[in-house]
């Protein structure tokens, strides 16, 4: 019997590219939850062969589900900026939806997409499991609002050890379902790519680790399997990374070298940055593999495999 899969936020980035990854896969009947729900069946309606239904948040826990995946986050710069304070409500909000839903269906998985952002900023160096989260208490800005929500709703699950809770934490992300309006060094690179225009960056460099679908569908797997298998209760944390992450000047030397792109470093451009500055930011957190996960590629090569896809089907 197909699994009842429930995709909170299925218009996200991280949301449409589980819809359309899972959305023909017989092993779940697909509930994608989002608040537009027109674009969901924009979707739906490209994808051939699907059983996907969609449905408003305002629904949101009327129907029992198996797994519900909490795709629902601010996932660009420029919007946390925006929503301020705002961010800590919306968090709260759907978390503690899907929380009573599993007072009522108890047995089911809730897979929260958390963030590399718990860990704090600024980064300068690769996170570890040993790696601490400290703040000044009394001086706190905003760009550690967003790690702080996600970490108060990880401190949440912990405490919530009768759940069958698993926060997956996403560092870098990218698949060719992004959102191309967003403040992101890879959304300019994939609209200068698209535009035929030249790709302005800073001239400082970086290293993230970009996953890709194929990364966080394994990841997923190997959660379920593990909640699967009966053995008590699941209720943890895990970073999600690749083979290798990628540094910024190599990601762009390697796609103007397979595609039509040009480029240049300049130190005369504003950026944002909402959620501090990262230099390294990447895990090395490898407790995953103890799940059974163990990623095929490297960032690079995944950003790769996902570029020419979009630059295929034109999403």
Request: hydrophobic share 40%.
């Amino acid at each position: 019997m197909a699994l009842r899969l429930a995709i909170v936020g299925a218009t996200g980035h991280i949301g449409r590219s589980l819809l359309w990854n899972l959305g023909r896969d017989k092993s779940f009947q697909i509930q994608a939850y989002a608040r537009r729900v027109d674009a969901v069946y924009e979707d739906l309606a490209a994808m051939e062969k699907t059983s996907a239904e969609a449905i408003h948040m305002d629904k949101f826990g009327t129907l029992p589900f198996d797994i519900v995946v909490n795709c629902v986050g601010a996932g660009d710069p420029a919007r946390v900026r925006d929503m301020g304070a705002e961010i800590f409500r919306v968090t709260e909000d759907i978390d503690n939806r899907i929380l009573d839903c599993l007072s009522s269906w108890p047995a089911a998985l809730y897979i929260n997409m958390s963030s590399g952002a718990v860990y704090g900023t600024p980064l300068s160096q690769p996170l570890t499991f040993q790696s601490v989260c400290s703040r000044r208490v009394n001086e706190l800005n905003a760009a550690e609002w967003y790690g702080i929500a996600k970490r108060n709703a990880e401190a949440k699950h912990r405490a919530h050890e009768e759940f069958n809770i698993v926060d997956v934490r996403v560092f870098s992300y990218f698949s060719r379902f992004l959102n191309r309006e967003g403040r992101l060094f890879i959304v300019d690179l994939v609209n200068a790519l698209i535009g035929k225009r030249m790709l302005q960056t800073t001239s400082s460099d970086s290293v993230r680790d970009y996953a890709t679908p194929s990364d966080l569908l394994q990841l997923l797997s190997c959660i379920i399997e593990r909640w699967q298998a009966g053995q008590g209760k699941i209720n943890d944390a895990l970073d999600l990374y690749t083979k290798a992450p990628v540094g910024k000047f190599e990601l762009i030397e390697a796609v103007a070298e397979r595609f039509d792109l040009s480029w240049e470093a300049t130190d005369d451009l504003n950026t944002i940055s909402s959620t501090g500055e990262k230099q390294e930011y990447f895990s090395r957190n490898l407790k995953a593999a103890d799940w059974g996960y163990e990623p095929k590629l490297i960032a690079l090569d995944g950003i790769l495999d996902e570029l020419f896809g979009l630059l295929k089907t034109g999403r």
